[in-house]
């Protein structure tokens, strides 16, 4: 699987751009930033012509985070960073893929600092990293993707010292960063390049692009699942340089299927468990087991042929959504015939997001 993250920098004014990559391209997963566009402006028509759904969180001339997905459906689950349910920016997107736990975001600039608008990106990334522990904790295939707007060391900028007093290279970003990926994430770009300067955004002023004075501000980073299928990363520099590009290039990482040792035999022994129910689990699921199972038999009219569909188990703890739907809801919500129906609605559409 290949994933990558984009700062588009205006969707709209950039979607040429866009397309001619993800042609060129073909990452299965892409996570956006600074779409700059409100929620019905998002070009969602020629993105699925070039294949792809999506998910998005618009926010109009500011911020905005999408996840896109070639030939999948991405399934969302949560359009906002928890921690600060006061916090309005569309910084923060997440959505299931393929068995992998998409997080787009785009961290605040933080600029001018010292003033609120640092202590804003600080306390973001304090969110951030107790969301992203959470992750870890339960041991989720995650990816934290997006524009952090941090350098997190000195060989991810330029040599310069006119970004001495900025928020992106501030001891205090940087130590944020390291805070963050020392719970345990795994830096995609750097594994795979430990030493080299590469950079990911070249400012447009002063000729920061024909004179590769860039930083790196887009990463990638694995939870421990993911770190072990890492077989590649890198930067698509190139689209920097394309007519109308946006300041950023994209980033990208490869992941190749699970190696560990009996991964395989283990996969094949599900397989074959899942295609076996017990006794009592087909007497339990009847008729709707052998619909799971369905049969089709050979073009030469042989011995059916079992066919197996895999699906997830969602399980819940109804009870408990319940009673928070009942105490959650207007007791003004009222059936036909004038009994409460707050917990039945709030329940049904409980069920309809996930």
Not at 25 to 37: A, F, G, M
Not at 70 to 79: A, G, I, M, N
Not at 115 to 137: I, T
Not at 311 to 321: A, E, K, Q
Request: hydrophobic fraction near 40%; proline fraction near 7%.
């Amino acid at each position: 699987m290949k994933i990558a993250t984009f700062n588009i920098n205006n969707i709209n004014r950039r979607l040429p751009n866009l397309l001619d990559w993800l042609k060129a391209s073909t990452p299965d997963v892409v996570c956006l930033q600074e779409l700059k566009c409100s929620e019905r402006d998002f070009p969602a028509a020629p993105i699925n012509e070039a294949g792809y759904s999506g998910v998005w969180r618009g926010e109009k001339a500011w911020n905005g985070v999408a996840i896109l997905a070639r030939q999948r459906e991405p399934v969302l689950t949560s359009t906002a960073l928890p921690g600060d349910s006061s916090d309005k920016q569309a910084r923060y997107i997440e959505a299931a893929v393929a068995g992998i736990l998409i997080c787009c975001l785009y961290l605040p600039n933080g600029n001018p600092q010292p003033g609120p608008k640092f202590d804003y990106k600080l306390a973001w990334f304090r969110r951030l990293e107790k969301h992203a522990g959470a992750l870890l904790e339960a041991k989720i295939p995650a990816v934290l993707c997006g524009d952090f707007n941090v350098a997190p060391t000195p060989i991810d900028i330029y040599p310069t010292t006119s970004w001495d007093n900025d928020a992106l290279i501030h001891p205090k970003s940087r130590a944020a960063f390291a805070q963050l990926v020392d719970q345990g994430w795994t830096d995609a770009l750097r594994k795979m390049h430990p030493n080299d300067r590469i950079y990911t955004f070249w400012h447009y002023m002063r000729q920061r692009w024909e004179r590769d004075a860039g930083l790196r501000l887009d990463h990638l980073l694995l939870s421990p699942p993911l770190a072990l299928c890492l077989e590649d990363a890198g930067v698509d520099r190139t689209v920097r340089g394309m007519e109308n590009a946006s300041d950023h290039a994209p980033v990208w990482v490869k992941l190749r299927p699970s190696t560990k040792p009996g991964a395989r035999k283990r996969k094949a022994a599900d397989a074959t468990a899942a295609s076996k129910p017990s006794p009592e689990l087909a007497q339990t699921i009847g008729p709707a087991a052998d619909a799971e199972r369905m049969t089709t038999r050979s073009r030469s009219g042989g011995a059916p042929k079992r066919m197996i569909t895999k699906r997830p188990l969602l399980v819940i703890d109804g009870d408990s959504f319940a009673h928070r739907s009942y105490h959650a809801l207007a007791k003004t919500i009222h059936r036909t015939d004038g009994n409460g129906a707050g917990a039945i609605v709030g329940f049904a559409n409980f069920l309809l997001r996930l």
